[in-house]
């Protein structure tokens, strides 16, 4: 009864939210490693249309749910979702046309494009804080949880209850259900195959006569769709704020480079490595392992590698060893 109480409690405080969280990081990260796979450049503003598109959703969210428009048990913001993402495909391609058009046309080395992408992240990171603010801000409702700890006690009998949020739940099947599509997208269609052909070469694309501003375009268009389905799972597992999105680069970048930067679905298998890492590392331990171990040897402390605070230390490490071992990750993406 212990070892399942043990494994209980490590399911509710560790592989659940761990789990959600890699969905959330692995669509981050999906929109990242396209760019870098089509346009050839690291995206560094893609925490902040995060952002932007995030807030469009939850502003009409809130503008639905004054309106008494809702979905019963599932949140009001998956309504929203698909104004929040044309609101944020416009906002995207305006970007591509007014900045980096015209270092494509110069042929500008990719450094270039991740400082004028830096400008842009700031520009997208003040347009939100004057629309939205800087506060924390709340915009889940419906049902909150699946599974609830009172009740799975008393199916259960046992001490510790397991808790599945109904957020945690919609950001895994949404991931599954959008990662598919992208797949899909990306190996089925004649779109899909002319943006991977353009991703290999470039030249022999151009001489086959693929459009590359229809690939730019459609490249965009996915990597804004995915920036604000991550950032809007995000935002309702936790909380919106801007400058949370800013943060959350750092992992997504790492989970990128971790899978193979360029390569899609070692951009989602390194989002759930970067999750369960930086969870498992700052989880206290003290709980599971009091259930497991003789009451003479339980510990006292909290038995924590390192604290919450230091949890996107740990995509930094993460990233560092990565880019010291194994530059092109786990599924051999192009080197840095």
């Known amino acids: 009864m212990d070892v399942l109480n043990a494994l209980v409690l490590f399911l509710n405080f560790v592989m659940i939210p761990a789990t959600a969280y890699g969905a959330q990081l692995a669509l981050g990260a999906l929109g990242v490693t396209l760019i870098y796979a089509v346009l050839r450049f690291s995206n560094f503003a893609h925490g902040d249309m995060m952002a932007f598109g995030t807030m469009l959703v939850v502003l009409v969210?809130?503008?639905?749910?004054?309106?008494?428009v809702s979905l019963g048990p599932l949140p009001t913001a998956l309504l929203a979702l698909p104004i929040g993402i044309l609101g944020t495909i416009v906002l995207a391609l305006v970007t591509d046309a007014s900045v980096y058009r015209f270092y494509r046309s110069k042929r500008?080395?990719?450094?270039?494009?991740?400082?004028?992408?830096?400008?842009v992240m700031f520009v997208y990171n003040a347009l939100t804080r004057f629309v939205i603010g800087t506060d924390d801000q709340r915009?889940?409702?419906?049902?909150?949880?699946?599974?609830?700890?009172?009740?799975?006690?008393?199916?259960?009998?046992?001490?510790?209850?397991?808790?599945?949020?109904?957020?945690?739940?919609?950001?895994?099947?949404?991931?599954?259900?959008?990662?598919?599509?992208?797949?899909?997208?990306?190996?089925?269609?004649?779109?899909?195959?002319?943006?991977?052909?353009?991703?290999?070469?470039?030249?022999?694309?151009?001489?086959?006569?693929?459009?590359?501003e229809r690939v730019v375009r459609i490249t965009w268009i996915l990597a804004a769709a995915l920036a604000v389905i991550a950032g809007t799972l995000y935002g309702l597992d936790k909380s919106f704020r801007p400058f949370t999105y800013f943060q959350l680069l750092l992992p997504i970048f790492a989970a990128a480079?971790?899978?193979?930067?360029?390569?899609?679905?070692?951009?989602?298998?390194?989002?759930?490595?970067?999750?369960?890492?930086?969870?498992?590392?700052t989880y206290a331990y003290k709980g599971v392992l009091t259930y497991l171990l003789p009451e003479a040897w339980r510990p006292e402390g909290l038995v924590q590698m390192l604290g919450t605070d230091y949890k996107f230390a740990v995509s930094f490490i993460i990233l560092v060893v990565v880019l010291l071992i194994r530059p092109t990750g786990i599924f051999r993406g192009r080197t840095i």
């Open 257 to 281: 480079i971790v899978g193979g930067i360029g390569h899609p679905l070692g951009a989602v298998a390194g989002g759930f490595v970067v999750a369960y890492s930086e969870v498992m590392v």
């Open 61 to 68: 969210t809130w503008g639905l749910q004054s309106l008494g």
């Open 139 to 212: 915009f889940e409702d419906g049902a909150r949880f699946v599974v609830k700890v009172g009740d799975f006690r008393k199916w259960s009998g046992l001490d510790e209850g397991l808790a599945i949020r109904t957020s945690q739940l919609i950001t895994v099947v949404v991931m599954i259900l959008t990662v598919a599509f992208v797949f899909w997208f990306l190996q089925k269609t004649r779109t899909g195959k002319a943006m991977r052909a353009y991703s290999d070469n470039e030249d022999l694309a151009l001489l086959s006569g693929i459009s590359p």
């Open 108 to 119: 500008s080395e990719p450094v270039i494009f991740v400082i004028a992408s830096v400008g």
